[in-house]
T-cell receptor, first 114, second 116 residues
């Protein structure tokens, strides 16, 4: 099956701890994205990557880090510097070729602070 | 700055009826893309429909259609023959065609409840 997978579904973080959220896609998409969703708000962009070994900050990058070592994978690390990490995190990907701009989303990871 | 506004936080419709969700946006770009995404209780974000701004014809996907008014910067979603499975949060989103970000800009969503 082609698609985007995220793991884990639920993640608990202790104070001062770094945690990593996984995102994998087998759609052969060039671009990948991380969004954060808070109650009553739309999605906000954290980081995005258009090509392997390159990524850019989105609107709310502080306290987060990413890597893009493989085309299929775009993990997100929530660092201890992120003071309010409780949220729903969604990974997306899109094919930059041609005029296709549609982003397809994974099932999400719910992060909670203990 | 580009913004997307959904002025209806919640809506309700009877099963088999038709409902229209509103969305307005603001941009100085001439070409762009607009989307409606559905987020059911599972929280998976699912693409419902897409519209390219340079196309005058309104997009349709089965029971879902849009009314795209470029001059008014309006992009409403019509759901015909509503089904219980349509109950979800619906997000309107915009993406420009000229920037390097490919960043989706989302509205705050409309929670649609389909009543039996």
């Amino acid at each position: 099956d082609g698609g985007i997978t995220q793991s884990p579904k639920y993640l608990f973080r202790k104070e001062g701890q770094n945690v990593t959220l996984s995102c994998e896609q087998n759609l052969n998409h060039d671009a990948m994205y991380w969004y954060r969703q808070d109650p009553g708000q739309g999605l906000r962009l954290i980081y995005y990557s258009q090509i392997v070994n390159d990524f850019q900050k989105g609107d709310i990058a502080e306290g987060y880090s990413v890597s893009r070592e493989k085309k299929e994978s775009f993990p997100l690390t929530v660092t201890s510097a992120q003071k309010n990490p409780t949220a729903f995190y969604l990974c997306a990907s899109s094919n930059l070729a041609g005029t296709q701009e549609t982003q397809y989303f994974g099932p999400g990871t719910r992060l909670l602070v203990l | 700055a580009q913004t997307v506004t959904q002025s209806q936080p919640e809506m309700s419709v009877q099963e088999a009826e038709t409902v229209t969700l509103s969305c307005t946006y603001d941009t100085s770009e001439n070409n762009y893309y607009l989307f409606w995404y559905k987020q059911p209780p599972s929280r998976q974000m699912i693409l419902v429909i897409r519209q390219e701004a340079y196309k005058q014809q309104n997009a349709t996907e089965n029971r879902f259609s849009v009314n795209f008014q470029k001059a008014a910067k309006s992009f409403s979603l019509k759901i015909s023959d509503s089904q219980l499975g349509d109950t979800a949060m619906y997000f309107c989103a915009f993406i420009g065609d000229g920037g390097a970000t490919n960043k989706l800009i989302f509205g705050t969503g409309t929670l649609l409840a389909v009543q039996p």
